[in-house]
Protein backbone atom coordinates (compact mmCIF):
# COMPACT_ATOMS: atom_id res chain seq x y z
CA UNK A 1 0.00 0.00 0.00
CA UNK A 2 1.56 3.32 -0.84
CA UNK A 3 1.15 6.38 1.35
CA UNK A 4 1.68 9.83 1.16
CA UNK A 5 3.29 11.37 4.50
CA UNK A 6 2.60 14.99 2.89
CA UNK A 7 3.48 16.82 5.96
CA UNK A 8 6.87 14.77 6.45
CA UNK A 9 7.43 11.97 8.70
CA UNK A 10 10.58 11.04 11.32
CA UNK A 11 13.26 8.50 9.54
CA UNK A 12 11.95 6.23 12.79
CA UNK A 13 8.60 5.79 11.41
CA UNK A 14 8.96 6.23 7.75
CA UNK A 15 11.47 2.89 8.46
CA UNK A 16 8.97 1.25 10.39
CA UNK A 17 6.11 1.28 7.69
CA UNK A 18 8.90 0.79 5.15
CA UNK A 19 9.78 -2.74 6.98
CA UNK A 20 6.04 -3.87 7.15
CA UNK A 21 5.78 -3.41 3.12
CA UNK A 22 4.46 0.02 3.07
CA UNK A 23 5.65 2.29 -0.01
CA UNK A 24 6.01 5.69 1.72
CA UNK A 25 5.91 8.88 -0.29
CA UNK A 26 7.10 11.98 1.50
CA UNK A 27 7.47 14.59 -1.55
CA UNK A 28 4.73 17.45 -0.54
CA UNK A 29 2.21 17.97 -3.17
CA UNK A 30 0.78 21.12 -3.12
CA UNK A 31 -3.20 21.29 -1.63
CA UNK A 32 -4.38 22.01 -4.77
CA UNK A 33 -2.66 19.03 -6.58
CA UNK A 34 -3.37 16.81 -3.94
CA UNK A 35 -6.57 14.80 -5.25
CA UNK A 36 -4.88 14.48 -8.00
CA UNK A 37 -1.70 12.98 -7.16
CA UNK A 38 -3.70 10.89 -4.84
CA UNK A 39 -5.70 8.86 -7.60
CA UNK A 40 -2.75 9.48 -10.16
CA UNK A 41 0.07 7.46 -7.98
CA UNK A 42 -2.71 5.07 -6.11
CA UNK A 43 -2.14 6.53 -2.89
CA UNK A 44 -4.48 4.57 -0.24
CA UNK A 45 -3.24 6.65 3.35
CA UNK A 46 -2.40 10.13 3.51
CA UNK A 47 -0.82 11.59 6.66
CA UNK A 48 -0.79 15.07 7.26
CA UNK A 49 0.00 17.31 10.09
CA UNK A 50 -1.51 21.13 10.49
CA UNK A 51 -0.18 22.41 6.84
CA UNK A 52 -2.58 19.34 4.56
CA UNK A 53 -6.17 20.15 4.94
CA UNK A 54 -7.73 16.72 3.79
CA UNK A 55 -11.32 18.54 3.30
CA UNK A 56 -14.52 16.78 1.95
CA UNK A 57 -13.98 17.69 -1.69
CA UNK A 58 -10.78 15.60 -1.35
CA UNK A 59 -12.62 12.93 0.41
CA UNK A 60 -14.99 12.91 -2.39
CA UNK A 61 -12.62 12.90 -5.31
CA UNK A 62 -10.60 10.41 -4.06
CA UNK A 63 -12.60 6.91 -3.59
CA UNK A 64 -9.49 4.99 -2.97
CA UNK A 65 -8.38 6.65 0.32
CA UNK A 66 -8.73 4.32 3.44
CA UNK A 67 -6.92 6.17 6.06
CA UNK A 68 -6.31 9.66 6.71
CA UNK A 69 -3.12 10.01 9.59
CA UNK A 70 -2.73 13.09 11.49
CA UNK A 71 0.93 13.67 13.29
CA UNK A 72 -0.14 15.06 16.59
CA UNK A 73 -2.84 16.55 18.22
CA UNK A 74 -6.00 18.60 16.46
CA UNK A 75 -7.79 17.31 13.83
CA UNK A 76 -9.50 20.51 12.54
CA UNK A 77 -7.57 20.41 9.35
CA UNK A 78 -9.46 16.77 8.23
CA UNK A 79 -13.34 16.20 7.57
CA UNK A 80 -13.16 13.66 10.15
CA UNK A 81 -16.80 12.91 10.71
CA UNK A 82 -17.25 12.92 6.97
CA UNK A 83 -14.64 10.49 6.11
CA UNK A 84 -15.42 8.20 8.79
CA UNK A 85 -19.03 8.25 7.42
CA UNK A 86 -17.36 7.21 4.20
CA UNK A 87 -15.74 4.22 5.89
CA UNK A 88 -12.11 5.69 6.19
CA UNK A 89 -10.08 5.16 9.17
CA UNK A 90 -9.08 8.64 10.34
CA UNK A 91 -6.29 8.35 13.53
CA UNK A 92 -4.08 10.69 15.32
CA UNK A 93 -1.45 10.58 18.42
CA UNK A 94 -2.88 12.85 21.12
CA UNK A 95 -0.20 12.54 23.23
CA UNK A 96 3.03 12.43 22.11
CA UNK A 97 3.70 16.16 21.45
CA UNK A 98 2.70 17.09 24.88
CA UNK A 99 5.97 17.37 26.47
CA UNK A 100 7.54 19.68 23.48
CA UNK A 101 4.11 21.95 23.78
CA UNK A 102 4.66 22.78 27.22
CA UNK A 103 8.77 23.18 26.66
CA UNK A 104 8.23 25.65 24.17
CA UNK A 105 5.41 27.12 25.78
CA UNK A 106 8.28 27.60 29.27
CA UNK A 107 10.37 29.17 26.37
CA UNK A 108 7.88 31.68 25.75
CA UNK A 109 6.92 32.60 29.47
CA UNK A 110 10.82 33.16 30.08
CA UNK A 111 11.39 35.25 26.99
CA UNK A 112 8.57 37.41 27.61
CA UNK A 113 9.49 38.08 30.96
CA UNK A 114 12.82 39.12 29.69
CA UNK A 115 12.38 40.67 26.23
CA UNK A 116 14.30 38.74 24.94
CA UNK A 117 12.16 38.20 21.33
CA UNK A 118 12.97 41.94 20.84
CA UNK A 119 16.55 42.23 21.98
CA UNK A 120 17.64 40.06 19.69
CA UNK A 121 15.91 41.87 16.71
CA UNK A 122 17.39 45.40 17.97
CA UNK A 123 20.90 43.93 18.93
CA UNK A 124 22.93 43.76 15.63
CA UNK A 125 22.18 47.12 14.98
CA UNK A 126 20.71 49.22 17.95
CA UNK A 127 22.75 50.92 20.74
CA UNK A 128 24.55 48.42 23.50
CA UNK A 129 23.50 51.14 26.24
CA UNK A 130 20.49 52.35 25.28
CA UNK A 131 19.14 48.56 24.72
CA UNK A 132 20.82 47.91 28.25
CA UNK A 133 18.37 50.66 29.78
CA UNK A 134 15.15 49.32 27.50
CA UNK A 135 15.31 45.66 28.99
CA UNK A 136 16.15 46.79 32.48
CA UNK A 137 12.28 45.82 33.29
CA UNK A 138 11.98 41.76 33.26
CA UNK A 139 10.17 40.00 35.47
CA UNK A 140 11.20 36.72 37.05
CA UNK A 141 8.94 33.37 36.86
CA UNK A 142 9.47 31.87 40.38
CA UNK A 143 6.48 33.48 42.72
CA UNK A 144 4.26 34.19 39.81
CA UNK A 145 0.89 32.25 39.10
CA UNK A 146 0.54 30.80 35.59
CA UNK A 147 -3.56 30.27 34.79
CA UNK A 148 -3.27 27.52 32.51
CA UNK A 149 -6.78 27.24 30.14
CA UNK A 150 -7.30 24.37 29.21
CA UNK A 151 -6.47 21.50 31.57
CA UNK A 152 -5.81 18.85 29.05
CA UNK A 153 -2.45 16.66 28.34
CA UNK A 154 -0.53 19.83 27.45
CA UNK A 155 -1.63 21.83 29.96
CA UNK A 156 -1.33 18.96 32.59
CA UNK A 157 2.49 18.79 30.99
CA UNK A 158 2.78 22.39 31.41
CA UNK A 159 1.88 22.52 34.79
CA UNK A 160 4.51 19.95 35.85
CA UNK A 161 7.04 22.56 34.76
CA UNK A 162 5.34 25.49 35.56
CA UNK A 163 5.50 24.12 39.28
CA UNK A 164 9.22 22.37 38.52
CA UNK A 165 9.85 26.49 38.06
CA UNK A 166 8.26 27.60 41.68
CA UNK A 167 5.11 28.78 40.27
CA UNK A 168 1.67 28.77 41.43
CA UNK A 169 -1.01 27.03 38.78
CA UNK A 170 -4.36 27.97 38.20
CA UNK A 171 -6.21 25.69 35.86
CA UNK A 172 -9.26 26.43 33.79
CA UNK A 173 -11.46 23.30 32.11
CA UNK A 174 -15.04 22.38 31.47
CA UNK A 175 -14.28 19.52 33.57
CA UNK A 176 -13.81 19.70 37.04
CA UNK A 177 -12.20 16.75 38.40
CA UNK A 178 -9.03 16.96 40.26
CA UNK A 179 -6.04 16.02 38.45
CA UNK A 180 -2.71 14.98 39.67
CA UNK A 181 -0.15 16.38 38.51
CA UNK A 182 3.32 14.65 38.68
CA UNK A 183 6.58 16.85 38.64
CA UNK A 184 9.62 15.31 38.07
CA UNK A 185 12.69 16.34 39.74
CA UNK A 186 15.99 15.01 38.34
CA UNK A 187 15.04 12.03 36.33
CA UNK A 188 15.07 9.42 38.80
CA UNK A 189 11.97 11.17 41.26
CA UNK A 190 9.43 12.83 41.29
CA UNK A 191 6.46 14.76 43.64
CA UNK A 192 2.92 15.18 42.70
CA UNK A 193 0.16 17.92 43.35
CA UNK A 194 -3.34 17.90 42.59
CA UNK A 195 -5.08 20.69 41.03
CA UNK A 196 -8.74 20.72 40.76
CA UNK A 197 -9.82 22.99 37.54
CA UNK A 198 -12.09 25.89 37.47
CA UNK A 199 -14.98 26.24 35.13
CA UNK A 200 -15.20 29.95 35.24
CA UNK A 201 -12.67 31.67 33.66
CA UNK A 202 -13.83 35.07 34.80
CA UNK A 203 -14.13 33.77 38.67
CA UNK A 204 -9.83 32.97 38.29
CA UNK A 205 -8.60 35.09 35.16
CA UNK A 206 -7.72 38.50 37.62
CA UNK A 207 -5.63 36.68 39.75
CA UNK A 208 -3.18 35.61 36.86
CA UNK A 209 0.00 36.97 36.57
CA UNK A 210 0.65 34.90 33.17
CA UNK A 211 -1.80 33.09 31.13
CA UNK A 212 -1.38 30.25 28.54
CA UNK A 213 -4.11 28.62 26.40
CA UNK A 214 -4.62 24.78 25.55
CA UNK A 215 -7.78 24.56 24.61
CA UNK A 216 -8.97 23.42 20.92
CA UNK A 217 -10.41 25.33 18.14
CA UNK A 218 -14.15 25.82 19.53
CA UNK A 219 -16.72 24.28 17.59
CA UNK A 220 -18.16 27.17 16.92
CA UNK A 221 -15.18 29.27 15.92
CA UNK A 222 -15.50 31.88 18.44
CA UNK A 223 -12.30 33.31 20.89
CA UNK A 224 -12.05 32.62 24.38
CA UNK A 225 -10.22 35.40 25.08
CA UNK A 226 -11.87 38.52 23.75
CA UNK A 227 -12.15 42.38 24.81
CA UNK A 228 -14.17 41.57 28.05
CA UNK A 229 -11.22 39.00 29.07
CA UNK A 230 -8.20 41.38 28.57
CA UNK A 231 -10.09 43.99 30.69
CA UNK A 232 -10.52 41.11 33.81
CA UNK A 233 -6.56 40.18 33.51
CA UNK A 234 -4.27 41.68 35.71
CA UNK A 235 -2.89 45.11 34.53
CA UNK A 236 0.93 43.82 33.20
CA UNK A 237 -0.39 40.13 32.66
CA UNK A 238 1.46 38.05 30.10
CA UNK A 239 -0.07 35.60 27.81
CA UNK A 240 1.26 32.99 25.42
CA UNK A 241 -0.96 30.78 22.77
CA UNK A 242 0.22 27.44 22.00
CA UNK A 243 -2.83 26.19 21.12
CA UNK A 244 -4.96 27.20 17.76
CA UNK A 245 -5.31 30.40 16.05
CA UNK A 246 -8.67 31.72 16.72
CA UNK A 247 -8.81 31.07 19.94
CA UNK A 248 -7.52 34.86 20.97
CA UNK A 249 -9.27 37.48 19.27
CA UNK A 250 -6.25 39.22 17.70
CA UNK A 251 -7.62 42.74 17.13
CA UNK A 252 -8.74 42.67 20.54
CA UNK A 253 -4.74 41.46 21.88
CA UNK A 254 -3.62 44.29 19.98
CA UNK A 255 -5.54 46.86 21.69
CA UNK A 256 -4.67 45.18 25.30
CA UNK A 257 -1.06 45.64 24.44
CA UNK A 258 -1.36 49.34 23.20
CA UNK A 259 -2.99 49.99 26.58
CA UNK A 260 -0.71 48.69 28.63
CA UNK A 261 -3.23 46.07 30.22
CA UNK A 262 -0.93 43.09 28.49
CA UNK A 263 2.68 43.68 29.27
CA UNK A 264 3.80 40.97 26.62
CA UNK A 265 2.76 37.89 24.57
CA UNK A 266 3.90 34.90 22.36
CA UNK A 267 2.50 33.14 19.84
CA UNK A 268 2.90 30.14 18.05
CA UNK A 269 -0.42 29.90 16.41
CA UNK A 270 -2.59 32.20 14.50
CA UNK A 271 -5.53 32.98 13.26
CA UNK A 272 -4.40 33.43 9.50
CA UNK A 273 -1.61 30.52 9.21
CA UNK A 274 0.27 30.51 7.05
CA UNK A 275 0.14 34.40 6.69
CA UNK A 276 -0.21 35.69 9.99
CA UNK A 277 -1.18 39.61 10.02
CA UNK A 278 1.85 41.48 9.86
CA UNK A 279 1.15 43.88 12.82
CA UNK A 280 1.74 40.98 15.05
CA UNK A 281 4.80 39.52 13.50
CA UNK A 282 6.45 43.03 13.90
CA UNK A 283 4.89 44.05 17.31
CA UNK A 284 8.23 44.46 19.80
CA UNK A 285 5.80 43.15 22.82
CA UNK A 286 5.01 40.24 20.84
CA UNK A 287 7.13 36.87 20.29
CA UNK A 288 6.38 34.79 17.73
CA UNK A 289 7.14 31.10 16.19
CA UNK A 290 5.53 29.61 12.97
CA UNK A 291 4.13 26.98 14.63
CA UNK A 292 6.60 24.38 16.12
CA UNK A 293 4.83 23.34 19.25
CA UNK A 294 5.24 19.90 18.74
CA UNK A 295 8.99 20.32 16.13
CA UNK A 296 11.36 18.35 18.38
CA UNK A 297 13.18 15.15 17.32
CA UNK A 298 11.52 13.46 20.35
CA UNK A 299 8.51 14.49 19.36
CA UNK A 300 8.11 13.92 15.66
CA UNK A 301 10.00 10.22 16.40
CA UNK A 302 6.78 9.52 18.88
CA UNK A 303 4.65 10.87 16.66
CA UNK A 304 6.02 8.89 13.55
CA UNK A 305 6.39 5.90 15.61
CA UNK A 306 2.54 6.11 16.98
CA UNK A 307 1.65 6.58 13.72
CA UNK A 308 3.56 3.87 12.25
CA UNK A 309 2.01 0.82 14.85
CA UNK A 310 -1.86 2.28 14.35
CA UNK A 311 -1.05 1.44 10.95
CA UNK A 312 0.62 -1.66 10.98
CA UNK A 313 -1.91 -2.98 13.46
CA UNK A 314 -4.50 -2.45 11.55
CA UNK A 315 -3.69 -2.59 8.12
CA UNK A 316 -1.33 -5.77 7.89
CA UNK A 317 -3.43 -8.53 10.35
CA UNK A 318 -4.26 -11.53 7.79
P1 LIG B 1 -6.76 17.97 25.21
O1 LIG B 1 -7.98 17.56 24.48
O2 LIG B 1 -6.00 16.95 25.98
O3 LIG B 1 -7.10 19.18 26.21
C1 LIG B 1 -7.91 20.27 25.85
C2 LIG B 1 -8.69 20.66 27.10
O4 LIG B 1 -9.33 21.90 26.82
C3 LIG B 1 -9.79 19.65 27.47
O5 LIG B 1 -9.58 19.22 28.81
C4 LIG B 1 -11.09 20.45 27.32
O6 LIG B 1 -12.06 20.11 28.28
C5 LIG B 1 -10.59 21.88 27.51
N1 LIG B 1 -11.43 22.93 26.93
C6 LIG B 1 -12.04 22.96 25.72
N2 LIG B 1 -12.68 24.14 25.53
C7 LIG B 1 -12.47 24.85 26.67
C8 LIG B 1 -12.87 26.14 27.09
N3 LIG B 1 -13.61 26.94 26.33
N4 LIG B 1 -12.48 26.57 28.34
C9 LIG B 1 -11.74 25.77 29.13
N5 LIG B 1 -11.31 24.54 28.78
C10 LIG B 1 -11.69 24.09 27.56
O7 LIG B 1 -5.82 18.66 24.10
P2 LIG B 1 -4.24 18.87 24.16
O8 LIG B 1 -3.57 17.68 23.61
O9 LIG B 1 -3.85 19.36 25.49
O10 LIG B 1 -4.10 20.04 23.06
C11 LIG B 1 -4.55 21.35 23.35
C12 LIG B 1 -4.42 22.26 22.13
O11 LIG B 1 -3.06 22.34 21.71
C13 LIG B 1 -5.20 21.83 20.90
O12 LIG B 1 -5.80 22.99 20.34
C14 LIG B 1 -4.15 21.37 19.95
O13 LIG B 1 -4.58 21.51 18.63
C15 LIG B 1 -3.02 22.31 20.30
N6 LIG B 1 -1.69 21.85 19.88
C16 LIG B 1 -0.81 22.77 19.40
C17 LIG B 1 0.45 22.37 19.00
C18 LIG B 1 1.47 23.36 18.46
O14 LIG B 1 2.30 22.97 17.65
N7 LIG B 1 1.42 24.61 18.88
C19 LIG B 1 0.83 21.01 19.08
C20 LIG B 1 -0.08 20.10 19.62
C21 LIG B 1 -1.35 20.53 20.02
Given amino acids: MKI ?16 AGFIVITEKVSQEDL ?39 GMDNIDVAYAREKGITVINTPASSSQSVAELVMGHLFAISRYLNDSYKNMEN ?14 ELR ?11 IGQSLA ?7 MDVIAVDLQTNPVLVKVPIG ?46 MKKGARLVNASRGGVINEDDLLVALENGQVAGVALDV ?28 EAQDRIGEELASLIIGQFTKA
Fill in 4 to 19: LANDGISELGKSLLEN
Fill in 126 to 139: GDFSVLKKKYAKGV
Fill in 160 to 166: SYAFGAG
Fill in 270 to 297: FENEPNPRKDLLNHSNIACTPHIGAATM
Fill in 35 to 73: AKEVNDQGIEMVLVRSATTVRKEVIDACPGIKLIGRGGV
Fill in 143 to 153: GKTLGIIGFGR
Fill in 187 to 232: TSQEASVSITPSQSLHDVIGKMDYISLHVPKQADGSAVITAKEFDM
